[in-house]
């Protein structure tokens, strides 16, 4: 990638056409405009995972290390390789929480699972977070 403009900018500069330009041409024909409203809101997740995407996964897997009394070492892992071993240790939660039938009572986990569910949703979907819906 070059240094200018950023991917972040170019994604800004697409939603911006999409909904000040093409919004106003397919106004008339409801799917595409649903279609152009999905692809400008996929973009702004796009920019966000471009943004906060690794950083949360860090904080993810080190989170789920420390629920789980595991040791991962995240030196010259590449972000691949994050996103499995963090897919991994959340299917070893997700069993351990079904096989031992952890209730809601166990702070420790559910506090985990809960941060795990805002920084995701931090990405996919802020105006859940702030109630603005």
Request: hydrophobic letters at 40%.
């Amino acid at each position: 990638m070059q240094d200018r403009p950023s991917a972040n900018e170019l994604l800004e500069a697409i939603a911006d056409f999409l909904i000040k330009d093409v919004m106003p041409a397919v106004k008339n024909d409801d799917l595409l405009s649903y279609k152009t409203l999905v692809s400008w809101n996929m973009l702004g997740v796009i920019g966000r995972e471009i943004k906060l995407g690794e950083i949360n996964l860090k904080k993810e897997l080190t989170r789920l290390s420390t629920t789980l009394g595991t040791s991962v070492s995240l030196e010259s892992k590449t972000y691949l390789e994050i996103q499995e071993m963090t897919r991994e240790l959340n299917q070893v939660l997700s069993k351990k929480i079904q096989s031992e039938k952890i209730s809601i009572e166990d702070k420790k986990i559910w506090e985990a699972v809960k941060e795990t569910l805002r920084e995701k949703l931090e990405i996919s979907n802020p105006k859940f977070l702030s109630g603005k819906e």
